[in-house]
């Protein structure tokens, strides 16, 4: 088998981590999860080399000049976010493993024009509810101010104006993961 690089997208909210958390209770042994860099702090529960590699902006800055990174971007409260490149590409083109990782469209859109485009399949998860629903859920897991709320919407809305460039579009319905879970696995076999 050859591997390959599966990344899933979608808007904030719509089931993305919940996704990839049962992936990887059930495939850890056998498929790849890697994380991706920060130069934010770890936060309560986060594991270095686990749920990211947390570096300094230096480092971080050294790693751009070296050409580590497949894509990165200064997001959230001007911290830096970036894939290392070879954490992707290594176990995809060198163990023929099926890599599992999670990109935001404007990451995601960098990636896929570094890449050999028959290393890698895109995944858009598109909520079967509304964004304002959506909205709802971000806001009962941690209060969000209305400008952060506004600024979120208006990302939610670009992303899925962008899903038309995924190769394939699952939808994800509130209190359905199993069901995301199985289309997800039917997927990849696929290409198996």
Known sequence: MN????????????????????LRKKYSDAWVFPPSCTTRDP?????????YFFISLEEFEKRIAA???????????GHFYGTLRHKLVDPAEKEGKVVIREFDVQGFDQARKKLPRDLYVSIFLKPFESIDYLMERIRKRAPI?????????????????????????LIS???EQLRLVDDFEALVLQYQ
């Open 173 to 175: 319905r509130e209190g």
């Open 145 to 169: 101010s209305d400008e952060e709320t506004k600024k979120r919407a208006e990302s939610m809305n670009r992303e899925m104006q962008m899903s038309h460039i995924y190769d394939h579009i």
């Open 67 to 77: 050409g580590d990174f497949l894509e990165y971007a200064q997001v959230h409260n």
């Open 43 to 51: 936060r309560p529960g986060e594991k270095e080399g686990e749920t």
């Open 3 to 22: 591997g390959k690089i599966f990344f899933i997208s979608g808007p904030s909210g719509v089931g993305k981590g919940t996704l990839i958390d049962f």
